[in-house]
C-alpha cells in the first residue's frame, strides 16, 4: 500500500517536472499578464498535519477571445495528495468566455507525516500565468501511540487481583481503533477495562488520552517473584507498548480435614472418641506455628496431639489427632464441633457433625427390670400354678 | 384316645374339655381305632394339631369377646374416631409439612400425630379410647363367671386354675393386639392410598413399635380390670372402680398435680438450678400416670426430632442441630417409660394371678 502510495507520489513528481520544464522552455515568453488570471482569496494559510485544504480558485479571462487555458499544479511537495475539480470532473484544461470567470475547486491533503515548516507550490495556467500558495504546517506530525502507566508495578498476593491504570495516547491527527492485547505468560489472565467495561479494543479521537484499566490475575498456584506483563495496543498503522510488573507474594492457604473427608462422628454422652485430622498447607508459602483450637458447645472437650505445629511447607500435610469428649449431660442427637486451625497468617475451620448417643447402660437397666418381673412372674406359677 | 380328640376337634369347647379330661387322667377309650398302620401315621400326624387345652380357652374368650355387642360397640367408636382423626390429618396434612423441617424425612409419621379442625390425633384418640376397651375386656372375666357358677364347673374339669387365668388375660391381650395392629395397619395403608409415599423402612419399625407400645398400654388396662374382677365379687364394682381408677387418672390426677404445682412452685427470684428441679419434680409426678407414660413414648416414637422429654439447660442446647434421632436412639429415649409401663402391666398380671390363685373358687 505504502509502497503504491510512494510510486504515484513518484509519478505525480515526475508529471510535475515535466509541467515545469515544458513552461520554462516555451511559455515564459509569450506571455500576456492580463489577458488571463488566476485568483484565490487565501493563498497563504497555516494548518496542522493531517488537514486537508480547500481552495476554490478563479480562472478569470480578460482577454476578448474565448481562452483555453491548462490548469495544473506544480511544485507540490512530496507525498501531498491533490485534485482539481469543477462541475463535478477532474479538469486538465478549462475553457472560458470572454471577461468571464471560471471557479475551480483544488484540494490538497496534507499528510500526518510532515515535517513543521513552510510548503509552497503553484497552480499553472499553462502559458499564461501562475497563481503561488502557501502552506504553513503548524506542527511537526507523527504516527505515534503512547501506552503509559504511572504505576507500572503492583504487589500482591497470588490469589489477588492486580489492577494497573493505563493510559493510551493517540497521538496520531486521525482517530485510532486500538485492539488490547497481553503477552502473559501462561494461566495469567489479563483483562481491559475501558469506560466501565469490560473491552479488547478501543476508539481514541485524534490527539485525546483513553484510561485504560488492566486487571491481570496471576495463576493460583504461582511462586512468589516478580511477573512481566507486556501489553499493547495495535492498530494497523501504529502500536504502543506498555510493560506492567506483577510483585506476586506467597499465600498462606491451609485446610483442616480428615483423610476421608468425612466430617462427622459419633460419640456416647461423656464418651471419648479419636479422630484422625489432616492440616494441609495449599499455599504457596511455608506456614508456621500453627495452633488447633475448638470451638465446641459447653462441658464439651476436645484434646489435640499435637497441639501445634512448627512448620508446614507449601503441598505437605500433617497429621494430627483430636480427641473429643462430650460432656455428660449431652442429649441424644447431633452437635456441632468446630475445630479450628489458626496462625496469624491464615485460619481455617473444620465443622464437626457429633451424633451424640446415650449410654446403654440405663437401658440394661430396664431389660434387668423386665427380666426382674418377668422372674418374679414365674416364681408366682411356679408356687401357686398346678396345685 | 388321640383319635377321639381328632375327630372331636374343638367344635364345642365344653365337650372337648370332657374329652381332654380324659386324655389326662390318663383313661383308654378303645373305639374308633382304625385298622391300617397308614392310616395311623396320618392320623398321628393330625394329632400334633390338637389344642392344649389352653389355647382352646384362649380361643373361647376370644370367641366371646368378638361376639359380645359390648366388644363390637367398643371398637365402633374406636374406629369412628381414628377415621375422623385420620380424615381431619390428610385434609391438613399440608399444612404439617414444612420446608426447613427437621423430620422431613419422616412426614409419614405426621399422619399419626397430625390433628386439625378441633379433631385430636389418631394417637390421643388411643391414649383416650383405649383404656375404655381395655377396662371393657377385663373388668367381668372372673367375677362374672363366678357369679353365673360358670367358673366352678369348668374348674372341676380336668383344667389347672393358672390356666384359667392365663387363658383370660391372653384372651384378652390377643383381641388387642389383632384390634390395634390391623387398625394402624389400616390406618397406614389408607395413608399410602392417598398420600401416595410408602414410609421407609424406619417409619414402618417406628409404627411397629408404637403398636407394641399401645398394646402394652392396653394390656395395662386390661390387667387391672382382670385384678379388680378377681378382687370384686360383682362384676359391677369391678367395672365401676376400675372406670374410677382410669377417670382418676385422665382427669384428676391432672388438678391434683396442678395443685401441687401452684403450692409448690419457686419464687419469682429463684435460682435457674430451683426452677429445673422444680419442673422435674413436676414432671416425675405426671408420669406416675400411664397415660403420661403412653404420650411420652408414642411422642418420641412418631416424631423423631424429638431429643428430651424433660427440661434442658441451655449447656445441652448450645452447639445442637436439629437432626431426627436414630431408632435406638429414640428408643433408649422412652427406654424408662416403655419399661415403666410394661412393668406396670406384668405387675397388674403378677398381682391378678396371685389373688385369683390364692382365692376360693367354689362358692358363689
Known amino acids: ?65 474565448i481562452k483555453n487555458v491548462g490548469v495544473s499544479l506544480s511544485g507540490v511537495p512530496d507525498g501531498w495528495e491533490h485534485s482539481l475539480k469543477s462541475g463535478g470532473w477532474t479538469i486538465g484544461k478549462v475553457a472560458v468566455m470572454p471577461g ?28 499564461l500565468t501562475s497563481l503561488p500558495l502557501v502552506v504553513t504546517v503548524s506542527e511537526t506530525g507523527t504516527f505515534k501511540s503512547e501506552f503509559t502507566s504511572t504505576q507500572p508495578n503492583v504487589e500482591g498476593h497470588s490469589n489477588a487481583t492486580f489492577s494497573y491504570n493505563a493510559k493510551l495516547r493517540n497521538m496520531t491527527s486521525e482517530p485510532q481503533f486500538y485492539a488490547l492485547r497481553s503477552d502473559a505468560p501462561r494461566g495469567w489472565n489479563v483483562s481491559f477495562r475501558a469506560n466501565g467495561k469490560q473491552v479488547s479494543s478501543v476508539n481514541v479521537e485524534a490527539n485525546q488520552t483513553l484510561d485504560v484499566a488492566v486487571e491481570v490475575s496471576p495463576p493460583k498456584k504461582i511462586k512468589a517473584g516478580n511477573y512481566k506483563i507486556p501489553i499493547q495496543a495495535v492498530t494497523r498503522s501504529t502500536s504502543a507498548d506498555l510493560e506492567l ?96 486451625a489458626n496462625n496469624p497468617d491464615v485460619s481455617e475451620k473444620a465443622a464437626f457433625r457429633v451424633s451424640v448417643k446415650t449410654p446403654v447402660v440405663w437401658g440394661w437397666l430396664g431389660i434387668m427390670l423386665i427380666l426382674g418381673v418377668f422372674g418374679g412372674v414365674f416364681q408366682l406359677f411356679k408356687k401357686y400354678g398346678r396345685r | 384316645m388321640i383319635f377321639i380328640n381328632v375327630t372331636l376337634k374343638i367344635l364345642h369347647p365344653m365337650k372337648f374339655i370332657n374329652q381332654a379330661k380324659m386324655y389326662m387322667s390318663g383313661m383308654s377309650i378303645p373305639s374308633l381305632t382304625l385298622p391300617n398302620t397308614k392310616a395311623t401315621t396320618k392320623a398321628e400326624k393330625l394329632s400334633t394339631k390338637v389344642p392344649h387345652p389352653f389355647w382352646v380357652i384362649v380361643n373361647k374368650e376370644v370367641v366371646d369377646h368378638i361376639r359380645s355387642w359390648r366388644l363390637v360397640i367398643l371398637v365402633a367408636i374406636i374406629t369412628i ?17 414444612s420446608a426447613n423441617d427437621p423430620e422431613g424425612s419422616f412426614f409419614f409419621l405426621k399422619l399419626f400425630s397430625a390433628s386439625g379442625s378441633g379433631l385430636p390425633s ?50 384378652g391381650l390377643l383381641v388387642i393386639s389383632v384390634l390395634f395392629t390391623g387398625l ?46 378377681v378382687k370384686f365379687k360383682q362384676a359391677a364394682t369391678s367395672a365401676l372402680c376400675t372406670i374410677a381408677v382410669w377417670l382418676f387418672f385422665t382427669v384428676f390426677y391432672g388438678i391434683i398435680v396442678n395443685f401441687i404445682a401452684n403450692a409448690t412452685a419457686p419464687g419469682q427470684f429463684a435460682s435457674p438450678d430451683q426452677i429445673i428441679r422444680y419442673q422435674q419434680f413436676i414432671t416425675n409426678l405426671m408420669r406416675i400416670v400411664p397415660s403420661q407414660l403412653y404420650s411420652d413414648a408414642t411422642t418420641t416414637l412418631l416424631m423423631p426430632s424429638v431429643r428430651s422429654l424433660g427440661p434442658l439447660t441451655s449447656e445441652q442446647v448450645v452447639g445442637t442441630v436439629p437432626s431426627p434421632l436414630p431408632l435406638g436412639q429414640s428408643l433408649l429415649l422412652v427406654w424408662a417409660q416403655l419399661t415403666g409401663l410394661i412393668l406396670a402391666t406384668v405387675s397388674c398380671f403378677a398381682l391378678a394371678y396371685y389373688s385369683f390363685m390364692r382365692r376360693e373358687v367354689r362358692s358363689r
Open chain 1, 1 to 65: 500500500m505504502k509502497g503504491f502510495l510512494l510510486s504515484v507520489r513518484t509519478k505525480m513528481l515526475f508529471v510535475a517536472m515535466a509541467h515545469f520544464m515544458w513552461m520554462m522552455t516555451f511559455g515564459g515568453h509569450s506571455v500576456f499578464a492580463n489577458t488571463v488570471a488566476l485568483y484565490t482569496p487565501y493563498p497563504e494559510i497555516t494548518v496542522p498535519p493531517g488537514e486537508s485544504i480547500d481552495y476554490s480558485v478563479d480562472v478569470i479571462n480578460n482577454s476578448g477571445s
Open chain 1, 100 to 127: 468571464e470567470k471560471k471557479t475551480l475547486s483544488l484540494k490538497v491533503d496534507v499528510p500526518h507525516q510532515v515535517e513543521k515548516g513552510v510548503y509552497k507550490f503553484q497552480v499553472v495556467a499553462q502559458g
Open chain 1, 245 to 340: 510488573e506483577a510483585a506476586v507474594k506467597g499465600n498462606y492457604e491451609i485446610e483442616l480435614t480428615t483423610p476421608t473427608g468425612l466430617l462427622s462422628t459419633n460419640v456416647t454422652a461423656g464418651g471419648k472418641k479419636r479422630l484422625e485430622l489432616l492440616v494441609k498447607n495449599n499455599g504457596s508459602s511455608t506456614v508456621n506455628d500453627i495452633k488447633l483450637d475448638k470451638r465446641a458447645p459447653v462441658d464439651w472437650d476436645v484434646v489435640f496431639e499435637p497441639n501445634e505445629i512448627k512448620s508446614l511447607e507449601p503441598g505437605e500435610n500433617a497429621k494430627v489427632y483430636a480427641t473429643i469428649q462430650a460432656s455428660k449431660k449431652a442429649i441424644a442427637g447431633d452437635y456441632m464441633a468446630t475445630l479450628e
Open chain 2, 81 to 97: 374416631a381414628c377415621a375422623g382423626s385420620l380424615i381431619t390429618g390428610l385434609m391438613h396434612f399440608k399444612d404439617s409439612i
Open chain 2, 122 to 171: 389418631f394417637v390421643v384418640f388411643i391414649s383416650f379410647l383405649g383404656p375404655l376397651l381395655g377396662i371393657g375386656l377385663g373388668f367381668d372375666a372372673i367375677n362374672s363367671e363366678q357369679t353365673r357358677g360358670t367358673m366352678a364347673r369348668v374348674l372341676s374339669q380336668p383344667i389347672y386354675r393358672d390356666q384359667w387365668i392365663n387363658a383370660k388375660f391372653t384372651g
Open chain 2, 184 to 229: 394402624t395397619l389400616i390406618f397406614m395403608s389408607i395413608g399410602i392410598l392417598k398420600i401416595g409415599i410408602p414410609p421407609t423402612p424406619e417409619e414402618f419399625l417406628r409404627i411397629l413399635i408404637f403398636t407394641f407400645v399401645t398394646i402394652c398400654y392396653v394390656g395395662f388396662w386390661l390387667n387391672l380390670s382382670i385384678l379388680f374382677s
